[in-house]
């Protein structure tokens, strides 16, 4: 069943990335001479031409757009040193912008001829409008202030907007009417209001309104000429190489892919003649197939099937320079999916993440800005060794996994560290994840989602899938919810459409992905529903469409009545089984409903990644079968009851004794001889036939007159063939009859001897 679906679910994918590719080659690049910008980890990028031409590392992701002197649009921010810097993007008054901000504030001076873009995928916290410009949203924005009438804010269709606040309602358009709220310019301009982004400015020198308004800070006036120069943007590259301007910030490698990260985009995306991947053991290098990107900076790079070594990546840059880096494949150790990070408290980050094994994780927190250089002994990031002996370490299960982090600097952004080791103890490779610092977090609705089931509808008749989210809230919302006051994230997935939403009761409602949109398998999902008041509520929950796989089922008879079974589960779950005679199970191609199983049946819990064990009772002689049905914490259950044939008791045969083989010693022959000093009896060992094995000391035993001798001490082989020994008896030995005990070729050998 499982790799029914995986091909049906190939199939669709294939289908979708078809229709994407076409939707993609249909777009225009008609502003390809014109300056975009882009954040990305608080790094604001000028890119023209699709090459990045200048970047700037921010105190925080807060950009004002104002006007050039050649009456353009202006960008001034802080950077993380804390100066203020403007750059001119001259006389260009068309600006797209990408990324994630926590502020984007459009000045008053920004000319009315000005268009600002916040693109698809974008994300910004707090969106304040002082200037009569247009702004097109198709992005996220949480928070909209709008204080200009004559501002045109149009949000298109893709756009996710939160609040808004508007002199105007005329100002805005494309946005629920219940989502905004119409003020007088004095409200919105009054103090440092809820939007919060004026802090980050405590200079006033620049405001000259006389209206307590200290966002436009950036007025067009001779002072702001004289103390803060606009940079230029160069068109050309940096003088610099690229090996000096890129690295490779982490490597992960899963089967016949591996996926790579760059510190910045590159300005034309890598293709696989690009790269290489040499193997650095005995084995063989990797065959690239195919190079994938979306931003330039990410990288998908699917291979040929590999086998498990030490690895080293290698990239040519545009300039000829090469960067590389070495890493780790594991394949049969523990997989782990990009988790979730967010914050959870004033200095606290909850983590989410899913492995496909059990075991344990070990994970280590260092803020960006740390020398790790000096913390890890001169190395960019931990070894394996380091982060199990300095790392915490936490128990893992299969598929969904959860922990906190306490006592985190909200101000600072943090790289997380973290590898896993299963039960057989296979360590994982190191993966890394980014914990940005805290921005302004959207206040938590009073109403809460206190339930979120996640259904998979698949078809494979009619070859379609669709999938919906049924939640449950506290209380009823005093507004009328619409389809664009929720969205759906997950850390593999980006862009997930929704469908439509359905009202079923007061508190409850049905959200429905766009259909024959493909929601991935063993992830982690959250909704999150915007209120009109800017308020949000957000609840995770686990997709996984299979229940447990039962395999290696294997059943033993321990007698007339029981027997025992054992089988390895890949999850955790719960096994409903039953003993069924023949006659009960049906013999043809109709169904075997797992009620039959569940109904009157038997449950245990069982464990995954590991083999479980059953006993059977009150077995009889007829022909039975042990039936089971697994079901798993997500209420998936087999569509069907499987079952094994339980044997036949068979009564053990009694032990044959087996014959005593027939001594290899032909003769001992006893004299007296002095060895090393002692005087004692000499034992002249003769075999009847040769012996292939070295005789030690430990091999030989000589019993008899109520003595044991034995041990280096009491024996010593004066000399060994393969045809005979000759042995030494070291203390005082009585005279009588005696017993040599001696291993010949594995095989204890037996003879007598008198001793005069």
């Not at 008899?704 to 020994?725: H, T």
């Amino acid at each position: 069943m499982k790799k029914l679906f995986s091909v049906f679910l190939a199939s669709l994918l294939l289908l979708q990335l078809s229709l994407f590719a076409l939707a993609d080659s249909s777009k225009s690049a008609a502003a390809a001479q014109q300056y975009s910008l882009q954040v990305i980890d608080n790094v604001m990028q000028f890119v023209k031409n699709d090459k990045v031409v200048r970047s700037v590392s921010l105190q925080n992701s807060t950009i004002n757009l104002g006007k050039s002197k050649q009456g353009g649009i202006r960008v001034s921010v802080k950077d993380s040193t804390g100066k203020s810097r403007s750059f001119t993007l001259g006389s260009q008054t068309a600006l797209t912008v990408s990324g994630e901000l926590q502020s984007l504030q459009l000045s008053k001076s920004l000319p009315a001829s000005a268009s600002v873009s916040l693109e698809k995928g974008a994300k910004v916290e707090s969106l304040k409008v002082n200037a009569a410009c247009k702004v097109q949203l198709q992005g996220k924005v949480s928070q909209l202030k709008v204080t200009n009438a004559n501002a045109k804010v149009t949000a298109e269709k893709s756009a996710s907007i939160g609040s808004v606040s508007t002199v105007s309602a005329n100002a805005v358009s494309g946005i629920s009417q219940a989502k905004i709220t119409v003020s007088t310019a004095g409200s919105l301009s009054a103090g440092r209001d809820q939007m919060n982004d004026d802090s980050r400015y405590e200079d006033n020198r620049y405001d000259r309104d006389d209206d307590e308004d200290d966002d436009d800070r950036y007025e067009d006036d001779d002072r702001y000429e004289d103390e803060e120069q606009e940079e230029e943007l160069p068109d050309d590259k940096p003088s610099v190489p690229d090996s000096q301007r890129y690295r490779i910030t982490s490597i992960q490698s899963k089967p016949a892919e591996v996926l790579f990260s760059l510190n910045l985009p590159t300005e034309q995306p890598l293709t696989k003649d690009d790269i290489a991947i040499l193997c650095n053991g005995s084995g063989k290098d990797m065959t690239i197939v195919n190079v994938y990107t979306k931003d330039n900076q990410n990288y998908t790079v699917t291979t040929a099937y590999y086998a498990d070594n030490e690895y080293f990546l290698s990239i040519q840059l545009a300039d000829g320079s090469m960067i590389n880096k070495t890493f780790t494949v594991s394949l049969l150790a523990p997989q782990l999916e990009k988790p979730f990070v967010e914050w959870s408290g004033e200095n606290s980050v909850e983590i989410t993440y899913v492995s496909d094994a059990a075991g344990s994780l070990y994970y280590l927190v260092q803020p960006v800005a740390a020398q790790t250089r000096n913390l890890w002994e001169e190395q960019e990031e931990p070894t394996v060794d380091q982060l199990k002996a300095k790392g915490t370490k936490l128990e893992m299960k299969v598929q969904s996994n959860r922990f906190t982090i306490d006592n985190l600097d909200a101000r600072t952004a943090y790289t997380l560290y973290y590898l896993a080791v299963d039960n057989f103890d296979r360590t994982s490779q190191i993966y890394t994840a980014s914990i940005p610092a805290k921005t302004e977090q959207p206040e938590k609705s009073e109403i809460t989602i206190v339930d979120m089931v996640i259904n998979s509808n698949i078809n494979i008749d009619e070859v379609s899938v669709h999938h919906s989210f049924d939640i449950t809230l506290s209380e009823a919302p005093q507004e009328e919810l619409t389809l664009d006051q929720f969205s759906v994230t997950c850390p593999q997935e980006s862009d997930i459409k929704l469908g439509k939403l359905t009202k079923r009761s007061d508190t409850e409602y049905r959200v429905e992905i766009a259909p024959n949109r493909i929601l991935k398998d063993n992830n982690n999902y959250t909704l999150t529903i915007t209120f009109a008041d800017g308020s949000t509520a957000s609840k995770k929950a686990f997709l996984d469409y299979s229940a447990p796989e039962i395999n290696s089922v294997k059943l033993n008879r321990t007698s007339e009545t029981t027997a025992e079974v054992s089988f390895f589960s890949d999850t955790d779950g719960i096994l409903y089984w039953k003993v069924l005679d023949k006659s009960e199970i049906p013999q043809d191609t109709s169904p075997k409903e797992p009620e039959v199983i569940i109904n009157g049946g038997n449950r245990v819990d069982i464990i995954g990644q590991t083999t479980n064990v059953l006993e059977l009772e009150n077995l009889t002689d007829e022909t039975q079968y042990f039936c089971f049905v697994s079901e798993d914490e997500y209420g998936n259950r087999m569509n069907f009851y499987d079952y094994e044939k339980i044997p036949t008791y068979v009564a053990p045969e009694p032990p044959v004794q087996p014959e005593p083989e027939e001594s290899n010693i032909a003769s001992i022959t006893v004299t007296d001889d002095t060895y090393m000093g002692s005087k004692g009896p000499r034992l002249s060992v003769t075999y009847k036939k040769e012996i292939s094995s070295f005789v030690d000391n430990a091999d030989i035993v000589v019993r008899g007159s109520k003595q044991v001798l034995s041990g280096y001490r009491q024996i010593q082989i004066a000399e060994a063939r393969p045809d005979g020994i000759e042995i030494q008896l070291m203390p005082v030995v009585q005279a009588g009859e005696y017993t040599l005990e001696i291993y010949l070729d594995d095989v204890l050998n037996k003879a007598t001897f008198t001793i005069e």
